[in-house]
């Protein structure tokens, strides 16, 4: 039998209104909106045309109801400007995302949340304490990423088709999730990631997670969090030269813009001085983008550890997205692009999947901060 609210996640994944999809499959609005609330179900011909117009296999319109993501729970940026499409796929994307975590969590001992849980600090003290915790002292992160998944925060990508949204995180089953945008500059995913632990670490899960207050708070975080005060007043001189700052920002791997704003806010650039830097820096591109930097952004070191831990095993992508019943691009979508390729057995077939059995002992993965 098939699961109606699947029908709704495959069109909310793609970001299609029910009059698109009618368009696509030549059916009804009203068909459609009946196969949704369940009180018809499609013909296997017309299912195949859904599969075929929402690029789902026919397979996962037959598995069980998936509980979406409350808007509420999560750290939409901007969230009064971001159009319901874009962000409903993000949405579903992710809730997907989270059906592939629990996968990989019934075969991996994954690392446990570490997410001290604060009071109500300022964003300056959360920053501080966070890395007193962690042991970063006031050195450079050198990859936001891995820091964020040594200490259980599971890190995902955000499908490259929704540019405007930029990332978010959530709390779900005590589990901290992160999802980025590919799409950004290095730099900017790094503050990205530090933004959205700035929310995990400043709201928890028993406060809301959106709103003006919560953007500028998880923004003062993540600032102090990747450029610590003491680290900026030791290398940056006061009132520094556009120059300086171009070289200044290479050290905490952070964006001209932002780099020129943590000064501001430390006082070494006086309000005047901030305006004319931040002139500056617009017209060499700065604005737009980031040039001459980072050469790569960060992936996930761990979703590639259990992507090379499962290919030892003769487990491959298609072998996944199979038991998620999705396809491998649609898979691929979440894991920053990784590729796994797949393995042939010996006589030219690719051997049987690996399943955990209660006897089973599932790896432990190794991060490195």
């Given amino acids: 039998m098939v699961t109606s609210s699947r029908i709704t996640t495959a069109r909310k994944r793609r970001g299609l209104t029910l009059a698109d999809l009618s368009k696509r499959v030549e059916v009804s609005v009203q068909s459609l909106s009946n196969y949704e609330r369940g009180r018809t179900e499609p013909t296997p011909e017309t299912l195949a045309k859904l599969a075929a117009a929402l690029d789902f296999p026919a397979s996962f319109f037959f598995q069980p109801d998936l509980e979406p993501i409350p808007l509420e729970a999560v750290s939409f940026r901007a969230r009064s400007k971001l159009a319901a499409g874009p962000r409903d796929a993000a949405l579903w994307a992710s809730r997907l995302a989270v059906e592939l975590h629990g996968w990989i969590e019934e075969r991996f001992r994954l690392p446990a949340s570490d997410i001290p849980t604060l009071g109500r600090p300022d964003p300056e003290t959360a920053a501080e304490m966070v890395r007193a915790r962690w042991g970063l002292g006031t050195a450079p992160i050198s990859n936001m990423v891995h820091l964020?998944?040594?200490?259980?925060?599971?890190?995902?990508?955000?499908?490259?088709?929704?540019?405007?949204?930029?990332?978010?995180?959530?709390?779900?089953?005590?589990?901290?999730?992160?999802?980025?945008?590919?799409?950004?500059?290095p730099e900017r995913g790094r503050f990205d990631a530090a933004h959205e632990l700035g929310h995990l670490v400043l709201h928890g899960e028993d406060r809301s997670l959106a709103g003006p207050q919560a953007e500028q708070e998880a923004n003062a975080f993540a600032s102090a969090f990747l450029m610590p005060r003491r680290s900026v007043v030791e290398h940056m001189p006061k009132t520094p030269l556009v120059q300086q700052i171009l070289r200044g920002k290479g050290i905490w791997k952070v964006a001209a813009l932002a780099l020129t704003y943590r000064l501001h806010d430390l006082d070494m650039l006086s309000d005047w001085h901030y305006r004319r830097t931040c002139i500056e820096l617009g017209k060499l591109g700065y604005r737009r983008g980031e040039p001459s930097g980072m050469a790569g952004r960060e992936n996930s070191q761990l979703l590639d550890k259990v992507f090379t831990a499962l290919r030892s095993k003769g487990v491959t992508l298609h072998d996944v997205a199979r038991d998620l019943h999705v396809s491998p691009e649609e898979l691929s979508s979440w894991v920053f692009g990784l590729i796994v390729t797949a393995r042939k057995g010996s006589h030219g077939t690719a051997p049987a999947r690996s399943e955990p059995t209660s006897r089973e002992v599932r790896p432990r993965l190794s991060l490195v901060q």
């Fill in 148 to 185: 964020l998944e040594s200490h259980g925060v599971r890190v995902f990508s955000l499908p490259p088709e929704y540019a405007d949204v930029d990332a978010f995180a959530m709390w779900r089953d005590g589990t901290p999730f992160v999802f980025l945008n590919t799409l950004k500059t």
